[in-house]
């Protein structure tokens, strides 16, 4: 490596913690704070939109979205985010982190407004906008994380490099906190605007056709924090790293970091040098260096997001047995969402936003390594204490304790794999291929988030067909999915000694990047 590109290079990993580290936390967090809230709020409002559009006359249960239906709402999304991971992630290294990171913001601002809007009235036409414009917008939450990610590990100094990346995903919990105060707050103007009776009181009359804007509000907001971050990100410089290492223009570089951060960098005339090494994605040599810290990444990003997105098919289940939501046809439409939203941001106030901040602190102290590895440890020993004695805990003198243990296991998840999965892959991968393989393993979590939210969802059906669910075959049962969830946990951890610790280390040193021009 170029003399003049290490003096750059050891600037920034030497540079003291500055204001602009926290403003370029602030302008990349906007982002997850955006992706949480558009990917989490459409929870809020399924059961409004099954109320809305699939009302059956004379039936005594309040509408509900059907099996495909419901599938399709809540996980095109995922699909779109997936899609959006790989494709941005090629991109932020062939065009460069800053030229994409401006495009996955526009389409998140663009699909946003345009997932509140509709085509038509009937149920078909509704749910059809809905999953295209949502489709497009997971593709836009896609591109923020390989591009997030990998301009803050770029940015940092190797001593708080874990803190600021992890401070950048942990903007998720605000998002999520977001939508359910957000939610609440709508649904409680709503209902004392327009009272309405509970379902079994007056079945129509109980969803007053107001309601329809509810859930079309709740989806837009999403639209207002990343557009209110759209200027700044547009004023970023590209990062010196991508500039210097890829782009091999270490001149711009030097000047672009001199801009924005307070380090000194020795202006030396820069002499024509012969270009490192290097090798793509598919060679030998990548398979050599990277494979295996690759199906590290790719492997524990699937096997959590498994775990976590099916955890939130028992929240429901949860909230109504320890009263936290009454029965359905106790409420009306818009007293629903409420009761649901305040249920959610209990759970996200006392579990996950904490446990996304103890990484934050700690990642830098006692490494991503062992975060990750006691996160999973953790997850599978709560997930088995709920799942053998399942019984046990359904009594309703137990439920109490069943909801500590399941906060526990979100907890143990932010405190643990979903923090670290994200941090790590932005660091332990060449420059030239760094947002490509961070999107690349983010891709392979949203894989695992479908099999997840999906999978589990026909999986955790009683094994009585007669007892399942409305249009859904018979299952192996809650206890039984659990179990499974506790194996995926245990895995996640074997997988996680294929990744290497970062922590304390230049990005070049863990990539070995300073070694290329001599192998």
Same mark, same amino acid.
């Given at each position: 490596?170029?003399?003049?590109?290490?003096?750059?290079?050891?600037?920034?990993?030497?540079?003291?913690?500055?204001?602009?580290?926290?403003?370029?936390?602030?302008?990349?967090?906007?982002?997850?704070?955006?992706?949480?809230?558009?990917?989490?709020?459409?929870?809020?409002?399924?059961?409004?939109?099954?109320?809305?559009?699939?009302?059956?006359?004379?039936?005594?249960?309040?509408?509900?979205?059907?099996?495909?239906?419901?599938?399709?709402?809540?996980?095109?999304?995922?699909?779109?985010?997936?899609?959006?991971?790989?494709?941005?992630?090629?991109?932020?290294?062939?065009?460069?982190?800053?030229?994409?990171?401006?495009?996955?913001?526009?389409?998140?601002?663009?699909?946003?407004?345009?997932?509140?809007?509709?085509?038509?009235?009937?149920?078909?036409?509704?749910?059809?906008?809905?999953?295209?414009?949502?489709?497009?917008?997971?593709?836009?939450?896609?591109?923020?994380?390989?591009?997030?990610?990998?301009?803050?590990?770029?940015?940092?100094?190797?001593?708080?490099?874990?803190?600021?990346?992890?401070?950048?995903?942990?903007?998720?919990?605000?998002?999520?906190?977001?939508?359910?105060?957000?939610?609440?707050?709508?649904?409680?103007?709503?209902?004392?605007?327009?009272?309405?009776?509970?379902?079994?009181?007056?079945?129509?009359?109980?969803?007053?056709?107001?309601?329809?804007?509810?859930?079309?509000?709740?989806?837009?907001?999403?639209?207002?924090?990343?557009?209110?971050?759209?200027?700044?990100?547009?004023?970023?410089?590209?990062?010196?790293?991508?500039?210097?290492?890829?782009?091999?223009?270490?001149?711009?570089?030097?000047?672009?970091?001199?801009?924005?951060?307070?380090?000194?960098?020795?202006?030396?005339?820069? %002499?024509?040098?012969?270009?490192? %090494?290097?090798?793509?994605?598919?060679?030998?040599?990548?398979?050599?260096?990277?494979?295996?810290?690759?199906?590290?990444?790719?492997?524990?990003?699937?096997?959590?997001?498994?775990?976590?997105?099916?955890?939130?098919?028992?929240?429901?289940?949860?909230?109504?047995?320890?009263?936290?939501?009454?029965?359905?046809?106790?409420?009306?439409?818009?007293?629903?969402?409420?009761?649901?939203?305040?249920?959610?941001?209990?759970?996200?106030?006392?579990?996950?936003?904490?446990?996304?901040?103890?990484?934050?602190?700690?990642?830098?102290?006692?490494?991503?390594?062992?975060?990750?590895?006691?996160?999973?440890?953790?997850?599978?020993?709560?997930?088995?204490?709920?799942?053998?004695?399942?019984?046990?805990?359904?009594?309703?003198?137990?439920?109490?304790?069943?909801?500590?243990?399941?906060?526990?296991?979100?907890?143990?998840?932010?405190?643990?794999?979903?923090?670290?999965?994200?941090?790590?892959?932005?660091?332990?991968?060449?420059?030239?291929?760094?947002?490509?393989?961070?999107?690349?393993?983010?891709?392979?979590?949203?894989?695992?988030?479908?099999?997840?939210?999906?999978?589990?969802?026909?999986?955790?059906?009683?094994?009585? %067909?007669?007892?399942?669910?409305?249009?859904?075959?018979?299952?192996?049962?809650?206890?039984?999915?659990?179990?499974?969830?506790?194996?995926?946990?245990?895995?996640?951890?074997?997988?996680?000694?294929?990744?290497?610790?970062?922590?304390?280390?230049?990005?070049?040193?863990?990539?070995?990047?300073?070694?290329?021009?001599?192998?």
């Amino acid at each position: 490596m170029a003399k003049e590109q290490l003096q750059v290079l050891d600037a920034l990993d030497s540079a003291k913690t500055q204001w602009y580290h926290f403003t370029a936390i602030v302008i990349a967090g906007m982002g997850f704070f955006t992706d949480a809230y558009d990917l989490f709020c459409i929870s809020l409002v399924t059961k409004l939109l099954g109320r809305i559009y699939y009302h059956v006359e004379g039936s005594a249960k309040p509408g509900s979205l059907p099996p495909n239906v419901s599938a399709a709402v809540n996980g095109v999304a995922l699909c779109g985010t997936l899609a959006g991971q790989v494709f941005f992630g090629w991109l932020g290294d062939k065009l460069g982190r800053k030229k994409v990171y401006g495009m996955t913001l526009m389409l998140m601002v663009i699909c946003s407004v345009a997932s509140g809007l509709s085509f038509g009235h009937t149920p078909k036409s509704v749910v059809s906008t809905l999953c295209f414009f949502r489709f497009w917008l997971g593709f836009g939450i896609g591109g923020d994380y390989p591009l997030s990610a990998t301009i803050m590990s770029e940015y940092a100094n190797k001593k708080t490099r874990g803190a600021f990346v992890a401070a950048v995903f942990a903007m998720q919990g605000f998002g999520i906190l977001a939508g359910g105060l957000f939610a609440m707050l709508m649904s409680a103007i709503f209902e004392a605007k327009f009272k309405a009776p509970a379902y079994e009181v007056d079945p129509t009359g109980s969803t007053v056709p107001q309601a329809d804007y509810l859930w079309r509000i709740i989806l837009m907001v999403g639209a207002l924090p990343a557009a209110l971050t759209y200027y700044s990100r547009s004023k970023m410089p590209e990062t010196a790293r991508y500039t210097a290492l890829v782009a091999n223009n270490v001149k711009q570089a030097t000047s672009d970091m001199s801009k924005v951060l307070q380090v000194d960098i020795e202006a030396e005339p820069v %002499k024509p040098q012969e270009p490192a %090494k290097s090798f793509g994605l598919f060679s030998k040599d990548f398979m050599r260096r990277h494979g295996l810290h690759l199906l590290g990444t790719t492997s524990t990003w699937f096997l959590l997001d498994i775990a976590f997105y099916s955890q939130n098919l028992f929240q429901k289940d949860i909230f109504s047995a320890i009263g936290w939501i009454p029965s359905a046809k106790t409420m009306n439409a818009v007293s629903e969402v409420y009761r649901i939203a305040r249920a959610q941001t209990l759970i996200a106030l006392c579990s996950t936003v904490p446990g996304y901040w103890f990484t934050v602190a700690l990642i830098d102290k006692i490494g991503r390594f062992a975060i990750q590895l006691m996160g999973f440890f953790f997850m599978t020993v709560f997930m088995f204490a709920l799942a053998f004695p399942y019984n046990y805990w359904t009594h309703k003198d137990h439920l109490i304790g069943f909801v500590v243990l399941y906060s526990l296991t979100f907890f143990f998840a932010n405190f643990g794999p979903n923090a670290t999965t994200f941090v790590v892959p932005a660091e332990i991968f060449p420059a030239r291929l760094r947002s490509t393989c961070h999107g690349i393993s983010a891709a392979a979590g949203k894989l695992g988030a479908m099999v997840g939210a999906f999978g589990f969802l026909y999986l955790a059906q009683p094994q009585d %067909k007669t007892k399942a669910e409305a249009g859904f075959p018979a299952g192996i049962g809650v206890k039984n999915s659990l179990i499974v969830l506790g194996v995926v946990n245990f895995l996640g951890m074997l997988f996680t000694f294929f990744v290497p610790e970062s922590k304390g280390k230049s990005l070049e040193e863990i990539s070995g990047e300073t070694n290329e021009e001599r192998n």
